[in-house]
């Protein structure tokens, strides 16, 4: 079983080069996520969707956008990257967004701006 | 709002050591609460969760019990190995909004 899939798992951007995190689950889970994980500072929420055409803003949202035209995907985009966007970035996806569900993760995608 | 606090680390043990990590919450109403492990290179995983005050969650050895009248959610092992280095998180579910992560703390597990 694939899960939560994400690609690619590293990359080096220039800033003010933009590019897009990609995110896709098999599991049919409406709700899915995107975490940005920075040393010493656990996980915090990026965005997140309750499912197609759906998407909410996290903790920490800004310079970035989503989008979610499938119940399948949920592309992660990095308009004009800055050095602060540096971080390893997880997608998840949950069945439900109730108090039982845990989430599934990515294995995550290691980007550096410079 | 909710939030989760971990102790902080790193954490290094002997081998066949006691493993305790604190985790203390904050949250509205009566959350879920879990415990991730995040192996090196790889993505969070879920290892144990607890539902209701008083559950005790377990997996693969290590234990958590939900104590209510102290917000807390302690992860705890009787004997480490060196498999067991990892990252971990405590982490929340107040119901209807995503989960709530703690700051996560790094065990290493010597020979």
């Known amino acids: 079983n694939a899960g939560v899939t994400q690609t690619p798992k590293f990359r080096i951007l220039k800033i003010g080069q933009s590019m897009t995190l990609q995110c896709a689950q098999d599991m049919n889970h409406n709700y899915m996520y995107w975490y940005r994980q920075d040393p010493g500072m656990g996980l915090k929420l990026i965005y997140y969707?309750?499912?197609?055409?759906?998407?909410d803003k996290g903790e920490v949202p800004n310079g970035y956008n989503v989008s979610r035209s499938t119940t399948e995907d949920f592309p992660l985009r990095l308009e004009l990257a800055a050095p602060s966007q540096t971080s390893v970035y997880f997608c998840?996806?949950?069945?439900?967004?109730?108090?039982?569900?845990?989430?599934?993760f990515g294995q995550g995608t290691r980007l550096t701006v410079v | 709002g909710d939030s989760v606090t971990q102790m902080e680390g790193p954490v290094t043990l002997s081998e066949e050591a006691f493993l305790t990590i604190n985790c203390t919450y904050t949250?509205?109403?009566?959350?879920?609460l879990f415990w991730y492990v995040q192996y090196p290179g790889e993505g969070l995983q879920l290892l144990l969760k607890a539902t209701k005050a008083d559950d005790k969650g377990s997996n693969k050895g290590f234990e958590a019990t939900y104590r209510k009248e102290t917000t807390s959610f302690h992860l705890e092992k009787g004997s480490v190995q060196v498999s067991d280095s990892a990252v971990y998180f405590c982490?929340?579910?107040?119901?209807?909004?995503?989960?709530?992560f703690g700051k996560g703390t790094r065990l290493s597990v010597i020979a």
């Open positions: 969707s309750v499912g197609a055409g759906i998407t």
């Open positions: 998840a996806s949950s069945y439900s967004i109730d108090r039982l569900t845990e989430a599934f």
């Open positions: 949250a509205t109403g009566y959350p879920s």
């Open positions: 982490a929340l579910n107040s119901g209807n909004t995503p989960l709530v």
